[in-house]
């Protein structure tokens, strides 16, 4: 029998609760067969849980563990996360605890040889780069999900089997209880890295593992540095290997170092290393305050991805799908973008108004993110961690002339995670794309805009195919209304949101009048009177027109809905 | 437009360098990737940089 630890994990810092095993139906006899079950309530499969609820899909979700996150894990979340986070409405608590940051340092010898900025604007609700322990994402998330009817969490349920036929998949699942069977039509991944589902399912990654081995340490002291990322390479007491510190909240920062070569975790991992190095490490920044360590672990650096993320009827998503090295901040972020684009996808196909060929978009683009991921981490990796005699000279030559010659900054590689685009995507539609003079292309999430004084375009968006009119006359707006009750009529989810200069007094009770006197918005989207941008559910552009042609946008989410 | 050194210009940077990299002792390779990276910069044009990395190759 599955009976994970009871007792609360230890943090210095935050306060574990235990969820208790409550006994399913299926226990006590009861054959239920569900629509969607997703192993893992990390946050890409709760998130994955939330999204699929907006559309109305219910799921199950199973979780071998009984309590949120050991550690801090995943500490940086992008401003793409937040806007997908916003969607199921989790920012607010984030925004009160999580640290807003942009820029990032890099030193050698002494010296901070480039400094990174990340770009910021006025026009979006949230800073580049939010700091916050996984722990704490992952609480928000689940008090989302307890407020959800459509979602059934089961903790202490561990997959042991998988099976899957042409209709269903079949699970067993251990519990404190003892064993049962489960069936769903779909099964979502969301396990980790260490994913049971990929290996029961016989699936291979493909792709790279680094030799290099990291420590990661969790300490509480009182620092003075802004929140910032510093990157500290060759330090002394390291020779030739990167240091990194990022501040959280409750007066923890995040010490990430490597490992001396031929050392085994267990030794970095031992009290008196890991207090040596992290003294040596605050001495050198000239830091001389007591500290308290929370949580530490040992990493390696691999960049590997399945080929595909669907097996039948089983989905992979975040880790599960793909290993990405922490540089960069790709893990998380580019697993709420997975869970954002499968959800939608996923949840019209089971209510049965697009075909499969929906589903498999998912897995082609975002194979297609993860290798270009893989390309960016490996470069980043490369630098951190060089894997060759030829690497560690170009890095330690860049080190080198960065005392001197600005133009080496680029090679520091401080790119992070972005939001990735689809231009090769099937599901997006020609139309007037290439003639726009600016404005998201095709592809291209939305780009948020400041309508007003705590008023933004991301705030009204729904989970559904977002249908952007600028400054439509009552004909127009009406036609579109026509079309928006007929493809609500198919189940299809549409809003409408008229961008206009010319606010109505009264406005229709199905369109949402955003108020663009000064036409700002109109200027960012290379909009004219009658334009209209078609978003998915997701907030990706898949096709976008100067002038408006009702057919020609429903022609566009049939392409989409693969009914052409 | 021919941009290659003159034979006297050839010969001053042979000399600088070979004494460059007797100065550079024990960092000669070190040195020498600083060099091929800053010469890459300054010419501008990523193919011939690239083209004279494959030609060097030979004949080593």
Partial sequence: MHQPDTTPRHSIYYDYRVYPFSRPPEMDGHSLNHQVVIVGAGPIGMMTALNLAQHGIPSVVLEADNQVSHGSRAIVFTRRSMEILQQVGVTARILEKALPWSRGNSFYRGQCVFRMEAPDTPDSRFRPMYNLQQQYLEEYILDQVMHSELIEMRWASKVMAVEQDDNSVHLTVDTPEGEYRLTSDWLVAADGARSFVRSALNQRMEGASYSGQFVIADIRIDLDFPTERRAYFDPEWNPGNTVLMHREPDNIWRIDYQLPQGETPEQALSEASLHQRINAQLKMVGIDAPWELDWCSVYSARTLTLPDYRVGRVVFTGDAAHILPIFGVRGANTGLQDCQNLAWKLALHIKGVAGLDLVDSYSSERVQAAREIIDEAGKSTRFMAPPSKGYRLLRDATLSLSLQKDFVGPLFHWRTSRAHNYPDSSLNTAADNAVFASGPANGMPLENIQLSENNYLFDHLDNAFNLLLFNLTPVQLDQMQTLQANLRAEEIPINLLHVTSRPAEQAEPSVTQLVDISGHMRSAYGAGSGSVYLARPDHHVAARWLSLDVAAVKQAIDNILNKA | ?60
């Fill in chain 2, 1 to 60: 437009m021919n941009s290659n050194l003159r034979p006297q210009e050839l010969e001053s940077v042979y000399d600088a360098l070979a004494e460059s990299l007797d100065q550079a002792g024990e960092q000669d390779r070190l040195y020498l990737v600083k060099v091929a990276l800053c010469l890459a910069n300054l010419t501008g044009d990523a193919d011939a940089v690239l083209n004279s990395f494959r030609e060097c190759l030979e004949d080593l």
